[in-house]
């Protein structure tokens, strides 16, 4: 894939493992936050100019969207409000609209399971943030 492309095309999945993962349904919005730890130093022979190294990094992509009962992914995503500790973590897969994917283990961390204005649908909301290193498999040629 070349060029631009809709937001719409990308595509998450979430379950127990990478062998059980299913689309979100009602999703509408995503942002993605990579935290990079970096460290700093100044040798003599860099004369005051200071020297960075990235040593680690995290990953959180924020979802939001619209509670959907009877969803395999939404429901997923929902049932972990009520967790803690290990039964909090999951399985996540961020497909791109070029093919290539992004998987990794995380933990759910739900902000939102359902609430909103009495008028509104319900709201479904949550950061899936990355618990180990992630692996990128590059789009086919």
Same mark, same amino acid.
């Given at each position: 894939?070349?060029?631009?492309?809709?937001?719409?095309?990308?595509?998450?999945?979430?379950?127990?493992?990478?062998?059980?993962?299913?689309?979100?349904?009602?999703?509408?919005?995503?942002?993605?936050?990579? #935290?990079?730890?970096?460290?700093?130093?100044?040798?003599?022979?860099?004369?005051?100019?200071?020297?960075?190294?990235?040593?680690?990094?995290?990953?959180?992509?924020?979802?939001?969207?619209?509670?959907?009962?009877? #969803?395999?992914?939404? #429901?997923?995503?929902?049932?972990?409000?009520?967790?803690?500790?290990?039964?909090?973590?999951?399985?996540?897969?961020?497909?791109?609209?070029?093919?290539?994917?992004?998987?990794?283990?995380?933990?759910?961390?739900?902000?939102?399971?359902?609430?909103?204005?009495?008028?509104?649908?319900?709201?479904?909301?949550? #950061?899936?943030?990355?618990?180990?290193?992630?692996?990128?498999?590059?789009?086919?040629?």
């Amino acid at each position: 894939m070349t060029g631009v492309y809709p937001v719409f095309k990308n595509k998450f999945k979430i379950g127990d493992s990478a062998e059980a993962v299913n689309t979100i349904a009602e999703m509408e919005n995503f942002s993605v936050s990579i #935290d990079g730890n970096v460290e700093e130093w100044s040798p003599m022979e860099a004369e005051g100019w200071l020297k960075r190294m990235v040593t680690g990094k995290a990953l959180t992509i924020s979802l939001s969207g619209k509670r959907c009962v009877g #969803d395999t992914g939404n #429901d997923y995503i929902a049932n972990k409000a009520w967790k803690t500790g290990a039964d909090c973590e999951g399985y996540f897969e961020w497909e791109f609209p070029s093919g290539a994917k992004l998987t990794f283990p995380c933990v759910v961390s739900v902000t939102n399971p359902g609430s909103g204005e009495s008028r509104n649908v319900a709201a479904l909301e949550v #950061d899936i943030m990355s618990n180990g290193k992630p692996e990128y498999t590059p789009a086919a040629a």
